[in-house]
């Protein structure tokens, strides 16, 4: 069995794990990324709407009140930067009636609250006037709300960690981590041959799969250990380009945004995701939600052929609240927490993910430091 040494390993080469590990090889830490497969994102960080978020919907003191509108700012001013293909659409929250009007206000309210910059009532005639294919009583807009290319985005992270004092691990499975003489001492299993890397600081960030890594960290209580739901999300794709320029929200509900329209950077438009609570994880379409696709996509664009509704792809969002219990925030472990040095667990990280990225790699950095 060889033995390595490194400053910070980094578990998950999502989105969000790149990010965190991009923020400590800036800083100048040597930096080891282990992912178990053979590329960058394939879990959750590509299997979403790829919006940036501007963060209207979150609970005020939730940490994604926090991360979202500030990790909006600087992911917009990344891809400027780095030129990533993203696209500043804004967006609508359109209610069809007059109860659904009165969650517009508690959106406002969240937002300023939360420091989004920007959002405001427009009328039902502005809406048509802007997209005339969209039906409602009364809506919201939200202009910092965008698209953006994921992967492109995850390739530049992962330039900047390897231009700088990092590196990446594919095909290389966690399989437990120790505390000996003040380090961490994981066990990987990298192309069927068992290596120990020994690191001053280690950081989980595995996504669905951050619960069982946390099973496998020594002397870690599992007490801290939250329990996971999944709830699988699908798309349902048109490949058409139906001359809409925003996205289009309906209310949202406990688990999601609803089930909204939204672009790709060619500006087709696709819809999704639903909430599918599931026990297992498969990313199979279920084509029997065409029939709730259809009936809530006419709500607010009554135009729809059913027939141009196609089985796109499917996500997985790891909840860390059950069906009907409310909304799940982030939750974000360290030292404080867990009472041992320099090391995190990020759990129940879906959406706003994505759009967080950077700000999240801030926080998970200042806990250590």
């Known amino acids: 069995m060889s033995e390595n040494f490194i400053d910070t390993v980094v578990i998950g080469a999502g989105v969000v794990g790149l990010a965190i590990a991009r923020k400590f090889a800036l800083s100048k830490k040597d930096v080891l990324v282990l992912e178990e497969q053979s590329t960058f994102g394939t879990i ?5 709407s790829g919006v940036i978020h501007a963060g209207v919907y979150y609970d005020n003191g939730s940490l994604k ?17 780095h030129n990533i293909p993203h696209i500043n659409t804004g967006k609508f929250i359109v209610s069809s009636s007059t109860d659904e009007s009165k969650e517009l206000q508690k959106i406002v309210d969240q937002s300023e609250e939360s420091g989004v910059e920007g959002i405001r009532f427009v009328s039902k005639e502005y809406v048509k006037s802007k997209e005339p294919l969209i039906e409602c009583s009364e809506a919201l807009y939200v202009p910092s709300t965008g698209i953006i290319d994921q992967n492109a985005l995850m390739r530049s992270y992962l330039g900047e960690i390897e231009g700088n004092s990092g590196s990446i691990a594919f095909n290389s499975k966690f399989l ?25 600081t280690l950081i989980n960030a595995a996504g669905l799969y951050a619960q069982d890594i946390s099973k496998g960290i020594e002397p870690l209580d599992q007490k801290t250990i939250p329990k996971v739901y999944f709830a699988k999300g699908n798309y ?21 945004l609803g089930l909204h329209l939204g672009l790709d950077l060619g500006m087709q438009v696709r819809f999704g995701p639903d909430v599918e609570w599931i026990n297992e994880i498969n990313y199979d379409v279920n084509k029997n939600r065409l029939d709730v696709f259809y009936k809530g996509i006419q709500k607010y664009l009554p135009s729809i052929e059913r027939s141009i509704l ?37 759990y129940g990280i879906e959406s706003p993910g994505l759009t967080s990225s950077l700000s999240i790699a801030n926080y998970v950095y200042d806990l250590l430091h």
């Open 44 to 48: 959750t960080s590509t299997r979403n």
């Open 236 to 256: 349902f794709d048109t490949g058409r380009n139906l001359n809409i320029k925003h996205l289009i929200y309906p209310i949202p509900n406990e688990a999601s």
């Open 65 to 81: 009140s926090k991360l979202c509108p500030v990790g909006n700012r600087l992911l917009y001013d990344y891809s400027e930067k």
């Open 310 to 346: 196609k089985p796109g792809y499917s996500g997985i969002r790891p909840k860390l609240k059950n069906k009907g219990e409310g909304k799940s925030d982030f939750l974000i472990q360290g030292p404080k927490e867990h009472n041992l040095d320099n090391l995190v667990n990020l």
């Open 176 to 200: 437990s981590s120790e505390i000996v003489n003040g380090c961490y001492v994981s066990k990987i299993l990298s192309d069927s041959e068992e290596i120990e890397i020994k690191s001053n």
